[in-house]
Antibody, heavy 120, light 107 residues
């Protein structure tokens, strides 16, 4: 059964870079039908899609974050990563990674999520 | 961007009730619509994709319908474990967007 697990610092200072890794287990990260995404949820609020990367390395980002976001894949480690630059308190959220199993499906499964707080 | 509007934002229901949540897209998205359930402190769980297809392992008490701009999620025979927040999401085009959520509470 495919499982995803986010990891990274829980506290980031304003203006610095938020870096998270999602480790995929129980399945291949290099499947041509799958893409991999990041979604976030500020405390007490709704879900916001951050971006997605597919098997060929093509990326799709939320325009509201595009200038600050990079998503990449390291297939040899079964990991994909998120970097969000120049963070502010507004970037405080639970960050989830998830698989998108094809264009006719949405995200399933999701990682358990990791809370990242931006504060000095 | 395609805006997704859910209604109601919250509702109170009793065990055994049948509830319906609606989701409207600001433009047509065919059937590229998913529904997620989220319980407090947990990750969202996919219930339905393609507007009406049930994810493997999900109870048939959940059903989805709609196409184009108007969609519904129906939960029959509401049980204590169904009290949660439900989100719709369109994946017809980027950027992918979610509805604001519907919190289903116990009456």
């Amino acid at each position: 059964q495919l499982q995803l697990q986010e990891s990274g610092p829980g506290l980031v200072k304003p203006s610095e870079t938020l870096s998270l890794i999602c480790t995929v287990s129980g399945g291949a990260i290099s499947s041509s039908s799958d893409s991999w995404g990041w979604i976030r949820q500020p405390p007490g609020k709704g879900l916001e899609w951050i971006g997605t990367i597919n098997y060929s390395g093509s990326t799709f980002y939320n325009p509201s974050l595009k200038s600050r976001v990079t998503i990449s894949v390291e297939s040899s480690k079964s990991q994909f990563s998120l970097k969000l630059r120049s963070v502010t308190a507004a970037d405080t959220a639970v960050y989830y990674c998830a698989r998108r199993p094809g264009v006719f499906r949405s995200f399933d499964p999701w990682g358990q999520g990791t809370l990242v707080t931006v504060s000095s | 961007d395609i805006q997704m509007t859910q209604s109601p934002s919250s509702l109170s229901a009793s065990v055994g009730d049948r509830v319906t949540i609606t989701c409207r897209a600001s433009q047509g998205i065919s059937n590229f619509l998913a529904w997620f359930q989220q319980k407090p402190g947990k990750a969202p769980k996919s219930l339905i994709y393609g507007a009406s297809s049930l994810e493997s392992g999900v109870s048939s008490k959940f059903s989805g319908s709609g196409s184009g701009t108007d969609f519904t999620l129906t939960i029959s025979n509401l049980q204590p474990e169904d009290f949660a927040t439900y989100y719709c999401q369109q994946y017809n085009s980027y950027p992918l967007t979610f509805g604001g959520g519907t919190k289903v509470e116990i009456k």
